[in-house]
C-alpha cells in the first residue's frame, strides 16, 4: 500500500470514529429525558386509592380534589331506557356533581372490591379495575350503586394523581359466576 493509500485509510479511519462518537452522543442525549422521567409505582397508586376512598367515605370533596390531574376526565356509562348513554365531566364539573350530591343523601356508604393495579410497560402510568359500590339514603329511599371502574394514573409534579377515570353502572346480581366446562 502506498503512503498514500495509508493516508486515505487513516482519514477514513478518523471519519469513521468522528460518526460514532457523535452517534453515541447524540443518542445518549436524546435518552436521557425518558431515563429521568419519573416512574410510577403501584404503591403509590394504592396511596392514591386509599387517600380518595377515605375521602370518599367522609364526603371530602377536596380531599378528592388533591388526587385528580389537572386535566381529570370522568367517562360515566348507564343504562338509559334500552340505550346505554355516555357522559363525560371535566374536574371541576365532577366535583361539584360529587359535591351536590353528598349533600343531598342522607345516609352514605362506600366500598370498593376487587382491585387490580397494573403499571404500563414504560413505567411513566399505571392502571387500576375495581368494582365500587355506592349505598345511599336519598329522600327517605335506599339506592344502590354499583361501578366498575377504570381508572388510569400518572405522575404530576412529581406526585402520583389519577388522570382518568371511566367505566359502567352494573345491573342486577353482578356476583361472578364460575361455569363448569
Known amino acids: 500500500m502506498t503512503a498514500a493509500a495509508h493516508a486515505i485509510k487513516a482519514g ?8 460514532l462518537v457523535t452517534g453515541t452522543l447524540v443518542f445518549v442525549l436524546l ?3 425518558a431515563q429521568a422521567a419519573e416512574r410510577i409505582t403501584g404503591e403509590q397508586i394504592q396511596q392514591v386509592i386509599n387517600a380518595t376512598d377515605a375521602a370518599a ?8 380534589a388533591a388526587y385528580l390531574s389537572d386535566s381529570f376526565e370522568k367517562a360515566i356509562e348507564f343504562p338509559y331506557k334500552k340505550w346505554m348513554a355516555k357522559v363525560r365531566l371535566d374536574k371541576d364539573d365532577y366535583l361539584v356533581l ?8 342522607g345516609e352514605y356508604d362506600y366500598q ?3 382491585t387490580e393495579i397494573h403499571i404500563m410497560p414504560d413505567g411513566l402510568s399505571g392502571l387500576s379495575h375495581s368494582t365500587v359500590t ?10 344502590t350503586s354499583r361501578f366498575r ?3 388510569t394514573y400518572a405522575l404530576e409534579n412529581g406526585r402520583p394523581v389519577i388522570t382518568r377515570v371511566s367505566g359502567h353502572t352494573l345491573l342486577g346480581d353482578t356476583t361472578p359466576q364460575w361455569q363448569e366446562e
Open 12 to 19: 477514513a479511519g478518523k471519519n469513521n470514529m468522528k460518526r
Open 98 to 105: 360529587i359535591d351536590e350530591g353528598w349533600a343531598n343523601a
Open 112 to 114: 370498593r372490591d376487587h
Open 57 to 64: 367515605k367522609n364526603r371530602d370533596t377536596a380531599g378528592i
Open 149 to 151: 371502574e377504570y381508572a
Open 31 to 33: 435518552s436521557l429525558p
Open 134 to 143: 355506592e349505598n345511599m339514603v336519598q329522600d327517605g329511599e335506599k339506592m
